[in-house]
């Protein structure tokens, strides 16, 4: 500094600073726009080049999960063949159970028989799939006897909502402990449950709040395909846009791979305009399909005792949605991932699976492994024409 400046310039340099440092402050904001304040993984996608929205990141970034369902303690020999097969995530899926939709009670025990639903089990999964590379997901559902739709859960008397809130609270407030104890990247706040969340707005955002107190990863909620992810009222409150993804592709059964493309288009878009009005990414918090001829169509529907009995397995029509969905939707740069409904540990009996959803010794399960394993410059297919089938254009 020049020691022969005047008491009037030594007057002016404080102004100097406090500009400079208000300069530089609006240059350090975040690319998306946000504060510091609004934390968590996801909520900080950024634009892309063209500032067309959300930008998760690379292929390699995104959640490469499958749900593990195991009903017995099982070997290390399964963690490995599901790193081999290219996952990073294991989701675990806990239930709390209701008698009905407008029964009010919410009952869970973390002690459960099942092994990969008791909290037991979670912590002993969570600690040897750390050993293999493997993150973990928790999951919590609840079940409805007599297979009732949780997204009609709804109460006519306030008392009753209260009741249910509150033994839903205990439930994931359970869930949110184990998942910090454990060191799981994410949870998932709920499923299908469009009813409570379009009428309880205020109790969600609640919930949100109290789970943030005790638990530090990330958050998402997993809303149906049908009439439930375009109007949750709170994803501002989340770190990802949560979709559980069986949308129809089309009305006909066996249907072209082309005609499954096409199915997609409409389901992007959508899902893009979410993404970028909620400034978000899009996760699918979970994805299968049954290898049976309708599946395109009605990708929700269970197998029932008389299909189990008398309807032949259709191993191609679930691998080519799978490679339909890793063609179309895996690429898009507002992306975040998928879980994929579901895997067994290995040794576990599949006599009963040949219709089911799981990919597991199907050709599926091979087409999962290489797209799980590609790299971001064998990823993006093109058809014989050389265009990019990650973006289609009319037909």
């Given at each position: 500094?020049?020691?022969?400046?005047?008491?009037?310039?030594?007057?002016?340099?404080?102004?100097?600073?406090?500009?400079?440092?208000?300069?530089?402050?609006?240059?350090?904001?975040?690319?998306?726009?946000?504060?510091?304040?609004?934390?968590?993984?996801?909520r900080?996608?950024?634009?892309?080049?063209?500032?067309?929205?959300?930008?998760?990141?690379?292929?390699?970034?995104?959640?490469?999960?499958?749900?593990?369902?195991?009903?017995?303690e099982?070997?290390?020999?399964?963690?490995?063949?599901?790193?081999?097969?290219?996952?990073?995530?294991?989701?675990?899926?806990?239930?709390?159970?209701?008698?009905?939709?407008?029964?009010?009670?919410?009952?869970?025990?973390p002690?459960?028989?099942?092994?990969?639903?008791?909290?037991?089990g979670?912590?002993?999964?969570?600690?040897?799939?750390?050993?293999?590379?493997?993150?973990?997901?928790?999951?919590?559902?609840?079940?409805?006897?007599?297979?009732?739709?949780?997204?009609?859960?709804?109460?006519?008397?306030?008392?009753?909502?209260?009741?249910?809130?509150?033994?839903?609270?205990?439930?994931?407030?359970?869930?949110?402990?184990?998942?910090e104890?454990?060191?799981?990247?994410?949870?998932i706040?709920?499923?299908?449950?469009?009813?409570?969340?379009?009428?309880?707005?205020?109790?969600?955002?609640?919930?949100?709040?109290?789970?943030?107190?005790?638990?530090?990863?990330?958050?998402?909620?997993?809303?149906?395909?049908?009439?439930?992810?375009?109007?949750?009222?709170?994803?501002?409150?989340?770190?990802?846009?949560?979709?559980?993804?069986?949308?129809?592709?089309?009305?006909?059964?066996s249907?072209?791979?082309?005609?499954?493309?096409?199915?997609w288009?409409?389901h992007?878009?959508?899902?893009?305009?979410?993404?970028?009005?909620?400034?978000?990414?899009?996760l699918?918090?979970?994805?299968?399909?049954?290898?049976?001829?309708?599946?395109?169509?009605?990708?929700?529907?269970?197998?029932?005792?008389?299909?189990?009995?008398?309807?032949?397995?259709?191993?191609?029509?679930q691998?080519?949605?799978?490679?339909?969905?890793?063609?179309?939707?895996?690429?898009?740069?507002?992306f975040?991932?998928?879980?994929?409904?579901?895997?067994?540990?290995?040794?576990?009996?599949?006599?009963?699976?040949?219709?089911?959803?799981t990919?597991?010794?199907?050709?599926?399960?091979?087409?999962?492994?290489?797209?799980?394993?590609?790299?971001?410059?064998?990823?993006?297919?093109?058809?014989?024409?050389?265009?990019?089938?990650?973006?289609?254009?009319d037909?």
């Open positions: 500094m020049n020691a022969n400046l005047s008491r009037a310039d030594l007057s002016v340099t404080p102004l100097l600073f406090v500009l400079l440092f208000a300069l530089l402050s609006l240059g350090c904001e975040r690319v998306d726009g946000g504060s510091a304040a609004d934390g968590g993984v996801g900080t996608p950024g634009d892309d080049a063209n500032g067309r929205g959300p930008v998760f990141g690379s292929s390699q970034e995104r959640f490469r999960a499958v749900v593990l369902d195991a009903r017995k099982f070997g290390d020999s399964t963690l490995a063949a599901l790193r081999e097969l290219g996952a990073t995530h294991l989701a675990l899926v806990s239930f709390g159970f209701q008698e009905s939709a407008s029964s009010p009670e919410v009952r869970f025990s002690d459960v028989r099942w092994y990969s639903e008791s909290a037991a979670a912590r002993s999964i969570a600690g040897r799939a750390r050993a293999h590379g493997l993150g973990i997901i928790l999951k919590p559902q609840i079940w409805l006897r007599g297979g009732a739709w949780t997204a009609d859960i709804g109460f006519t008397r306030e008392e009753d909502w209260l009741t249910w809130e509150s033994g839903y609270l205990d439930y994931l407030m359970h869930t949110a402990r184990l998942a104890e454990i060191d799981a990247e994410l949870l706040i709920g499923t299908e449950l469009s009813n409570p969340v379009q009428k309880r707005e205020s109790y969600w955002r609640d919930l949100i709040t109290r789970v943030r107190t005790v638990y530090s990863g990330s958050l998402t909620y997993g809303a149906n395909w049908h009439e439930d992810y375009v109007d949750v009222p709170f994803w501002d409150a989340l770190d990802y846009v949560g979709v559980q993804a069986y949308f129809p592709l089309t009305e006909r059964d249907p072209s791979i082309s005609e499954m493309r096409s199915g288009r409409p992007m878009n959508a899902l893009e305009r979410i993404s970028q009005r909620e400034n978000l990414p899009i699918f918090t979970e994805i299968g399909y049954r290898s049976i001829a309708y599946a395109a169509a009605e990708p929700w529907r269970w197998p029932t005792r008389e299909e189990t009995a008398h309807s032949d397995p259709d191993y191609g029509i691998a080519d949605l799978f490679e339909t969905f890793f063609e179309t939707i895996w690429p898009q740069p507002w975040a991932g998928a879980i994929i409904w579901k895997m067994y540990p290995e040794g576990a009996r599949s006599d009963r699976r040949a219709l089911d959803f990919p597991q010794d199907k050709p599926a399960e091979g087409l999962i492994r290489r797209h799980f394993n590609a790299t971001p410059d064998t990823r993006r297919p093109l058809d014989d024409h050389g265009r990019d089938l990650a973006t289609p254009g037909e």
